[in-house]
């Protein structure tokens, strides 16, 4: 009886996180997938720094938030909000149009279909 | 062996004047030091690239007036006709991005250069200056963008190479490359032959590229990174987010990328028909394959130049705007620009043409989804549109429909906005037809609109004879070309 209750809740508890971790990692905003440079610029408290890359933490790293001056929060390895310049990273988001530019050429006949609607000149667009 | 020699002095006499004009300074723009034009300048400045600039311009004068200005346009305007490109049909959003340009200018002191954006109808992301101080920004470029800062930015950059001069240098190589004109019109012709559909449209895509390539400014790697330091400049000093030019480059870095993967595995093979070796006395083969590897080398230095520039973009940032203001980006007032109610429409109508092209390159039934997108292309305000016009003249000819076709041709022309492939399918028509005079009518014309092009002569010196007029003007031109295979066309033509 008691270990049975102890795998529900169990059960939930790794459901819990999974999902929080999920949604986290998923917000929607995607995730730095690789950086541009050896340092890179970031923002705390309004104050613009230079990091070098391994004080950012592992890679991917989640964004948690985007502002509209082309910095997005993250939470740094020693866990520290921060704010990155995009000029300085790639985002998964980049990346998978990189991808997709690479791959729709390399699509056969029977995947046209997925492919072909996004083909030169409209594949990296963003809307 | 007399006449032989005369003709070789002629020929070098005429080559070296056109040489030593094509290093001048061309009138419309002038007023620099010729320094300015070399690039690589920013690599050694101490302090700000534009303080340097500032220094070394050298206030003209004599400016044109705005007549004689517009006149210089309209040249430059010709000339992207004449690389078979057209202007959009996009008065309000043309105004819009010039005056983002003017706000770019204001950052100035006085009112030294004055440049004018065109926004032109193609889907690919594509941007780039001519000799007058034209600026022409593709629809396809406009909707890739996200902001005004990034707008911003990139007529900066564009902008940049008309204030350091750039244009002048590239006016002799400009000059030099009538052979690429041949590979586009080999490949364009190839294309016509029984291939897939879908394949024609792809050879023509990259015979598309490669006369981009030739035809249009390729500046050096010195050049461009001069432009982007400057950009920058001109980006903070009119108080836009300067990190729109990074990711501006990045989004150059990824058309690049696309470019190159379609190439990559769109090889193309041409093959001679007789008609071609008659026409045209060379290696064809070997001229188009060069010209397409050419192109592959081109976009492989393009590539790893996109991301060298952005790592200089970033360091010249932090190394003199460190602590520059880094306002939101604009992008409410950009989009709200594709939405007035003049714009939104046309936009959506090349919009359609977009599509059609798209299905015609990557669709096994493309033809059949292309020709109502096409014909939605067409309906409103675009009617007249050249580049709809020839897109969809292009289907009904695909589709053997050569009434249909005609028509479209016949409108693309009366457009007079028309590019010069219009003209010459209307040439060969006439000629086709024995109707000479009409031919000659067109090809005046050409001569005209589109800046005495070479590649016309033969054809001219053919219908002058066949009307029983001299040719020894367009001969003379001919070897002021410096070109021998047209050259050897244009000997041929006279004999005919």
């Not at chain 2, 006149?71 to 010709?78: E, I, Q, S």
């Not at chain 2, 053919?462 to 003007?473: E, H, I, P, R, Y």
Request: net charge neutral.
């Amino acid at each position: 009886m008691f270990g049975k209750q102890l795998y529900i809740a169990f059960t939930v508890l790794v459901g819990f996180l999974f999902v929080t971790q999920s949604l986290q990692a998923d917000s929607g905003l995607g995730r730095i997938v690789s950086f541009d440079d050896e340092e890179v610029e970031v923002r705390i408290n309004g104050e613009i720094d230079y990091w070098p890359v391994d004080r950012l933490g592992q890679l991917p790293i989640a964004i948690l938030e985007k502002d509209s001056s082309n910095f997005v929060r993250i939470d740094s390895a020693d866990n520290v909000a921060v704010w990155v310049s995009l000029s300085y990273v790639t985002t998964d988001h980049q990346a998978a149009l990189k991808k997709n530019c690479q791959s729709q050429q390399i699509a056969r006949s029977e995947d046209k279909q997925q492919f072909g609607v996004r083909g030169i000149g409209e594949s990296c667009e963003k809307k | 062996m007399r006449e032989k020699v005369t003709l070789r002095l002629l020929c070098c006499c005429v080559i070296a004047s056109l040489t030593l004009h094509g290093c001048q300074g061309t009138g419309g723009i002038g007023g620099f030091s010729s320094g300015l034009s070399a690039g690589n300048r920013s690599e050694g400045v101490q302090g700000k690239f534009i303080d340097a600039v500032l220094t070394d311009l050298n206030v003209d004068d004599e400016s044109l007036s705005s007549a004689e200005q517009q006149a210089a346009w309209d040249k430059d305007v010709g000339y992207i006709r004449y690389g078979n490109k057209t202007v959009a049909n996009l008065p309000e959003l043309q105004s819009y991005v010039n005056n983002v340009l003017a706000s770019l200018r204001s950052s100035l002191p006085g009112n030294l250069v004055v440049a004018k954006v065109y926004v032109t109808p193609q889907k690919d992301f594509e941007a780039y200056t001519l000799e007058h101080g034209s600026i022409f920004i593709s629809l396809g470029t406009l909707q890739s963008l996200d902001n005004e800062d990034e707008l911003a930015a990139l007529l900066a950059h564009e902008y940049a190479h008309v204030l350091l001069n750039h244009h002048s240098k590239d006016t002799f190589e400009i000059l030099t490359r009538y052979g690429m004109r041949y590979a586009n019109i080999y490949l364009q012709a190839s294309a016509n032959s029984s291939k897939a559909q879908e394949k024609r449209m792809r050879t023509l895509q990259i015979a598309n590229w490669v006369t981009d390539k030739a035809l249009f400014p390729n500046w050096n790697k010195g050049q461009e990174n001069d432009a982007d330091i400057l950009a920058v400049d001109l980006v903070v000093q009119s108080n836009y987010n300067a990190d729109a030019m990074t990711a501006m480059l990045k989004k150059v870095e990824l058309t690049v990328l696309e470019k190159k993967a379609f190439v990559g595995q769109n090889p193309v093979k041409v093959t001679k028909t007789a008609k071609d070796q008659s026409k045209l006395n060379i290696d064809l083969d070997v001229l188009a394959a060069n010209a397409v590897g050419s192109l592959e080398h081109q976009l492989d230095r393009d590539y790893e130049t996109a991301k060298v520039r952005q790592k200089r973009v970033r360091d010249y940032l932090k190394q003199e705007y460190k602590d520059r203001p880094r306002p939101e980006y604009r992008t409410a007032v950009y989009l709200a620009h594709f939405q007035e109610q003049a714009t939104k429409p046309r936009v959506s109508q090349y919009l359609s043409a977009h599509k059609a092209e798209q299905a015609l390159l990557l669709d096994n039934q493309g033809l059949k989804k292309a020709a109502p997108l096409c014909q939605r292309a067409l309906g409103g305000s675009l009617g007249e549109d050249p580049y709809a016009r020839m897109l969809m003249y292009y289907i009904r000819n695909s589709q053997k429909h050569a009434d249909k076709a005609q028509i479209n041709l016949d409108k693309a022309y009366a457009t007079g906005g028309a590019p010069m492939y219009t003209y010459e399918l209307l040439v060969e028509q006439h000629m086709q037809r024995k109707q000479f005079e009409q031919a000659k009518v067109l090809l005046e014309e050409m001569d005209t609109e589109f800046g005495q092009p070479a590649e016309i002569l033969p054809n001219m010196i053919s219908v002058q004879k066949q009307l029983g007029n001299f040719t020894s003007m367009y001969l003379l031109r001919c070897l002021a070309s410096g070109d021998v295979e047209l050259i050897k066309q244009c000997n041929l033509a006279s004999k005919s």
